[in-house]
């Protein structure tokens, strides 16, 4: 269960953000996830609450956008949609393909609840 | 050196912030950054650290029982003094398996993980400062007995052997597509177990894996009567030179 790891990764980066702003309570985290990272979003969202308990994170609602396995294939060109285990071309079949979405692992975006710290951040001009 | 940790530093260093964090309307702020960031920066330091000292590392990832520490015993003992060898083992707990490295006459370092599923950069890290990466042509990071958490991580190793054994079935591949597509390389062990156990497929294992788009070459041996061993110490030897040359022409171009 390496989603622990994964969310206390994710907490640091959270947390280092809000540092940087000031802020004191965290409203939304969105993230992008392929299912080719090797996370699977449930159990990221299950073991969020657990790590950030006491920190400015503790109630925030995480929001994976799920992306799609494409593949664009080195054979006859196409892009198509793929199985996680089946990386195939869906018009030739060839396995020759490339993968272009369904890998990551990203913050995308962190939301803030306290207005405060985007006063503090007009202010400093970080 | 580097203050922080002690090393000697590098471009990619992990302590370096290159933040690209910028508001966007509302509370919102746009990070667009990878997850396991600190981990990769981690990882590319320890790459710099290989790289440097043109040391070729190979991530050695299985599910457990498969036989990393048996083919690695097998390796240090056909290689003899062609390329030398040093080993990070990682597990749970114990430290039988260096005990059996050593045994077999390479240098080795545990890691315990305690509960923890999987290696990460910085247990490398913390492991390579006890060995002398100068003395050494390949270093084999044996990663926690895992089919999953592993292959999320990157340790900074340059090859990513991944080990099926005959045992476990030939549908592995499919079962496991994110640990199977980051293969460099897949070997299938206990080859001198295929006549008892009858069903496994070599041939449908490597359809498995070329159906994760992966064009790795495929193994078949034997750590125990040494079928086989001879295309992977080819293979290792052939890596473990193409690293050097690569690593001395950069030298040469950043240095000369």
């Known amino acids: 269960m390496h989603e622990l790891a994964i969310c206390q990764a994710l907490l640091r980066q959270v947390l280092e953000v809000a540092e940087e702003r000031g802020t004191q309570r965290i409203g939304r985290i969105k993230l992008r996830i392929g299912p080719l990272s090797g996370i699977e979003p449930e159990l990221l969202k299950t073991a969020f609450p657990l790590v950030a308990a006491g920190t400015p994170g503790e109630d925030a609602n995480i929001e994976i956008d799920d992306i799609p396995v494409r593949v664009r294939c080195q054979n006859c ?50 | 050196m580097c203050d922080s940790c002690g090393c000697l530093g590098g471009t990619d260093h992990f302590h370096v912030s290159d933040s690209v964090v910028q508001p966007t309307a509302g509370g919102e702020i746009t990070v667009l950054r990878g997850i396991l960031r600190e981990n990769d920066h981690q990882a590319a330091h320890n790459r710099s650290h290989f790289d440097a000292a043109q040391v070729l590392a190979v991530n050695l990832m299985s599910s457990p029982g498969a036989g990393k520490t048996s083919l690695l015993e097998a390796t240090i003992r056909a290689l003899g003094a062609r390329l030398s060898i040093a080993v990070i083992e990682g597990d749970l707990e114990t430290e039988n398996d260096a005990r059996r490295i050593r045994a077999a006459g390479a240098p080795a370092v545990q890691i315990t993980t305690g509960n923890a599923c999987h290696l990460d950069a910085n247990m490398v890290h913390a492991a390579l400062h006890k060995l002398d990466l100068s003395s050494i042509d390949v270093l084999f990071i044996e990663n926690v007995g895992n089919l999953v958490c592993p292959a999320a991580f990157d340790l900074g190793q340059h090859r990513n052997v991944v080990l099926l054994s005959v045992t476990e079935g030939d549908d592995k591949p499919e079962k496991y597509p994110v ?17 008892a156990v009858g069903d496994f497929d070599p041939a449908l294992a490597k359809t498995h894996l070329r159906e994760l788009a992966n064009a790795a070459p495929v193994l078949e041996l034997s750590a125990r ?8 110490i080819d293979w290792l030897i052939h890596e473990a030179a193409s690293c050097r040359r690569l690593r001395s022409a950069h030298h040469g171009i950043a240095h000369g």
């Open chain 1, 77 to 126: 060109g196409s892009t198509s949609q793929a199985l996680t285990n089946r990386l195939l071309c869906r018009d030739c079949g060839s396995w020759r393909v490339k993968l272009i979405s369904g890998y990551e692992m990203l913050l995308v975006s962190v939301e803030f609840l306290d207005a405060q710290s985007f006063n503090k951040w007009e202010r400093t001009g970080v």
């Open chain 2, 179 to 195: 640990m199977f597509r980051a293969a460099d390389l897949m070997a299938v062990t206990k080859l001198d177990l295929m006549a």
């Open chain 2, 225 to 232: 009567n040494g079928m086989g061993l001879e295309s992977w």
